[in-house]
């Protein structure tokens, strides 16, 4: 039997290896070159122009790049080797929640029973994939504890909007309008918005010096003019809410509800349940907790669970079950009416309901014993080479600052641009706001003991750089093709469109 392999510090640092410079389309290419093959048209040719009004009707592009099958496959592989990704190394941003997706979750999702389903098939030939929809609807509802489920948002924030207009058409039927929505100072950035999409003022409440949500500051200014609470449990820094039940009833007390964003389900989910603790909005990120793919702008989903007093305004329409048959119910009055095109991202679903269903309710709640076993982890190593502002217990993530580096004048965009060059993406930085500097650091469960180890041994290397040369860490990364882009004015002076010298084509 082969002796268990050993983490190497820097085992994974790249230092040699095959990097193509690469140049854009527009700079490739011949003209006359192209990448497909069509057959003789059969029907008749028509000018554009007379089936289409002017106004959509795309001007012409100049000097587009001719290109191609082979052009385009390597130029795209190419790009693809300066990238970083969780298939080639450790992705440890906080707060995100970039876990491994299983290739048997694609697998299923490219079946073509489903990946060649057409929406507009009728109900009577869609019984598969509406019994997987309500299947996974049932299994959210277990895991956390909320009456009905809908599948129809498209991403978390997508969730959070649907979950608040449900907000906004519970009170509206209530006969009191209300104004305002609290949250605390450590809310993910899409939580204001969500509500002020809704109509809402937003009044935020500090953190105390636990990082919690203090129970006595939220009763003096929880009103009848408050629609809800929007809080995370465990909360932004990864702590739990232990005054949760409080919570709920202050603000239950005055007829507000009580919102949770799902981002930090991985922590707890198997453990306990959200009902218990008084919610009466959820939302799910699949992403986050389900192993669906995160990020790129591709399709996601964000299911929103309610309360048994807010499932009339669920989404239209919701999956039923009765008498051996799965169907889809549009009769419903006083819904918010439908928040996707048709049912929802389904390939995003199918991929969801693959992981749960690979896991069994012990592998589910295994996933959070390991979510948390693996931050606390990274956090008890750490701690004496990073100040750690809130160091009471947490569960799947930790936050550390550069507090102990800036006296050496090295930040955490420093730190963080340092890691890429040992082979490590970054954590995520400067959030949660709540905390200057911020390093947030979320391991997941899917990472080895090896891998965490090797992370840990490059964090304390890169403090003791810090002490030692600091001076290294100006224009780190220095292994990438890229290392440090102007990000201020990228964001701020964006170019989005390049049109080329005809000289240059030449």
């Not at 048997?104 to 030939?125: D, I, K, M, R, W």
């Not at 209530?174 to 950035?189: E, F």
């Amino acid at each position: 039997m082969m002796n268990k392999p050993q983490a190497l510090h820097n085992s994974l640092t790249g230092i040699k290896g095959l990097v193509f410079n690469e140049p854009l389309l527009f700079e490739m290419g011949s003209p006359g070159r192209t990448a497909y093959s069509l057959p003789k048209c059969d029907v008749p040719e028509v000018e554009l122009e007379a089936i289409l009004p002017a106004t959509e009707i795309r001007n012409p592009i100049d000097n587009l790049p001719e290109l191609t099958e082979l052009d385009v496959v390597r130029h795209f592989t190419r790009l693809s080797q300066w990238n970083f990704s969780i298939d080639t190394n450790f992705y440890p941003l906080g707060s995100c929640t970039m876990k491994y997706n299983p290739k048997v979750n694609n697998e299923t999702a490219n079946l073509s029973g489903f990946a060649q389903h057409h929406p507009y098939t009728p109900e009577t030939l869609s019984q598969g994939s509406l019994q997987l929809m309500f299947e996974l609807q049932e299994y959210l509802k277990e895991i956390s504890g909320m009456a009905h489920v809908s599948l129809q948002p498209a991403a978390g924030a997508h969730g959070e909007l649907a979950g608040m207009l449900m907000i906004h058409a519970y009170h509206s039927t209530q006969g009191t309008q209300r104004k305002k929505v609290i949250l605390p100072d450590s809310a993910h950035g899409t939580n204001p918005a969500s509500a002020a999409l809704c109509g809402y003022s937003v009044i935020q409440i500090q953190s105390d010096e636990r990082g919690l949500i203090d129970p006595k500051k939220l009763e003096s200014i929880m009103d009848e003019e408050t629609a809800a609470i929007m809080l995370t449990n465990p909360n932004t820094l990864g702590i739990f809410e232990t005054d949760i039940l409080k919570i709920s009833e202050i603000v239950h007390s005055k007829g507000g509800l009580v919102y949770c964003d799902g981002a930090n389900l991985n922590a707890i989910m198997g453990k306990t349940k959200l009902n218990r603790m008084g919610v009466d909005v959820l939302h799910f990120n699949l992403h986050k907790t389900f192993s669906t793919p995160h990020g790129g702008g591709g399709p996601g989903a964000g299911p929103i669970g309610v309360a048994e007093k807010l499932s009339p305004f669920l989404p239209k329409p919701i999956i039923e079950h009765a008498d051996g048959k799965y169907t889809l119910n549009h009769d419903r009055p006083d819904s918010i009416g439908k928040m996707k095109a048709f049912y929802g991202n389904f390939g995003i679903l199918v991929r969801a309901y693959t992981y749960i269903r690979s896991l069994g309710p012990e592998g589910i709640k295994q996933v959070a014993e390991m979510a948390v076993l693996n931050a606390n982890y990274i956090k008890a190593s750490l701690y004496k080479h990073y100040h750690l502002p809130y160091n009471g217990p947490s569960l799947h993530e930790c936050v550390f600052n550069d507090k102990l580096q800036l006296k050496n004048k090295v930040s955490t965009m420093d730190i963080a641009k340092m890691l890429i060059d040992y082979g490590f993406h970054p954590p995520t930085v400067y959030f949660p706001l709540v905390v200057k500097g911020a390093l947030m650091i979320e391991p997941t469960e899917t990472e080895s003991k090896e891998t965490l180890d090797d992370f840990i041994v490059t964090m304390k290397k890169i403090a003791e750089l810090a002490e030692t040369k600091p001076e290294v860490f100006h224009g780190a990364p220095h292994m990438p093709v890229v290392s440090r882009p102007d990000e201020i004015t990228a964001a701020r002076n964006p170019k989005l469109r390049w049109k080329p010298e005809r000289s240059e084509l030449s």
